[in-house]
Nanobody
Framework: QLQASGGGLVMAGGPLSVSCAAS????????LGWFRRAPGKQREFVAV????????IYARSVKGRFTISRDNAKNTVFMQMNSLNPEDTAVYYC??????????????????????WGQGTQVTVSS
């Protein structure tokens, strides 16, 4: 089970962080990532971090602004979001998947390729 938390309301240009705690299984066996779904849009890939934390990949829209990290001792993945803009407004979902999510952009962008999902946390950026 994945439990996301930390969303909220923030002014444009401000920072916000979200986190996701895994229970019932050892998160270090999985790559962990974040997706988001904006109103009226499909769920889109945001970032992924490898099992050890050595590798990360970001969507072009957030690269340089968002940082994903993990603490395997706490079975938790974090995402620090800086320089937020209204286009970042969405429900953010954490997910766990196998190493295959590092194969290609197309592969990891497909929600069906991920094994487990959290319930989502709302992030709203006001202008």
């Amino acid at each position: 089970q994945l439990q996301a938390s930390g969303g909220g309301l923030v002014m444009a240009g401000g920072p916000l962080s979200v986190s996701c705690a895994a229970s019932g299984r050892t998160s270090s066996n999985y790559a962990l990532g974040w997706f988001r779904r904006a109103p009226g849009k499909q769920r889109e890939f945001v970032a992924v971090i490898s099992r050890t934390g050595a590798s990360t990949i970001y969507a072009r829209s957030v690269k340089g602004r968002f940082t994903i990290s993990r603490d395997n001792a706490k079975n938790t993945v974090f995402m620090q979001m800086n320089s937020l803009n209204p286009e970042d407004t969405a429900v953010y979902y954490c997910a766990a998947g196998g190493s295959g999510v590092f194969v290609s952009d197309r592969y990891r962008a497909d929600p069906k390729k991920w094994d487990y999902w959290g319930q989502g946390t709302q992030v709203t950026v006001s202008s």
